[in-house]
């Protein structure tokens, strides 16, 4: 069964260094999204991406975030200038797009990143 | 906001003892609930989507409902396999707006 792809599954970053996390999502999706698990808590929106933009993003998604599809099966999230509270499992989801975009979104195992 | 509340926080099974997991849910327009499955260290799993009042969906041992205001997933004969973290999310009825909203998750524990 196709399924995401996400790596690395483990980044220890220093604070203040950039970090970027990949995924692959499944081949035939259309829509791309992350979420992030902070310990203990709820998993959260991050950002939506569909036709090669940003279709929404939550207030967790500041001006250090970053996404990008660079070619047609990767899709990235960069933080610019990661903090300590950014420590958290980052989670990539995918769904197929057909006419109807509340089809289920698939995810990908994760990254726990940890800044120290 | 979206607000989606799950209770109990934890539920300790003995092997075949069947229950409930609740999904309380506060949304503008409901465009889809969805039930996830989580082991430790890994990502959700896909398990129901849920559009209407009324809807029933099973798979397995589990089945799940939807009424206008919560959901409930019930796990019938539950084996050790089953131990896992329930998460329920809403998706909004609104312009392009189509982000799950998540609840904090029951944590099921079967044993033998």
């Known amino acids: 069964e196709p399924e995401v792809t996400q790596t690395p599954s483990h980044q220890v970053t220093q604070m203040g260094q950039e970090v970027i996390l990949r995924c692959v999502p499944i081949?035939?999706?259309?829509?791309f999204y992350w979420y992030r698990q902070i310990l203990g808590q709820k998993v959260e929106f991050l950002v939506s991406?569909?036709?090669?933009?940003?279709?929404?993003k939550s207030e967790i998604f500041d001006d250090q975030f970053s996404v990008e599809r660079p070619d047609g099966s990767n899709f990235t999230l960069k933080i610019r200038s990661t903090k300590l509270e950014d420590s958290a499992m980052y989670f990539c989801?995918?769904?197929?797009?057909?006419?109807?975009?509340?089809?289920?979104?698939?995810f990908g195992d994760g990254t726990r990143l940890s800044i120290l | 906001e979206d607000q989606v509340t799950q209770s109990p926080e934890a539920l300790r099974l003995q092997e075949g003892e069947s229950s409930s997991l609740n999904c309380s849910y506060t949304?503008?327009?409901?465009?889809?609930l969805f039930w996830y499955r989580q082991d430790p260290g890994k990502g959700p799993e896909f398990l129901f989507t849920?559009?209407?009042a009324g809807e029933e969906k099973e798979k397995e041992r589990l089945k799940a409902t939807l009424t206008k205001k919560e959901s409930f997933l019930h796990i019938t004969a539950p084996k050790p396999e089953d131990s896992a973290t329930y998460l329920c999310?809403?998706?909004?009825?609104?312009?392009?707006?189509?982000?799950?909203?998540f609840g904090a998750g029951t944590t099921v524990t079967v044993r033998a």
């Open positions: 989801a995918s769904s197929e797009r057909s006419g109807t975009p509340n089809q289920p979104q698939h």
């Open positions: 081949s035939n999706h259309l829509y």
């Open positions: 991406f569909y036709n090669n933009e940003i279709s929404e």
């Open positions: 949304v503008s327009g409901l465009r889809g």
């Open positions: 849920l559009y209407s």
């Open positions: 999310a809403v998706q909004a009825l609104a312009l392009n707006d189509y982000k799950l909203s």
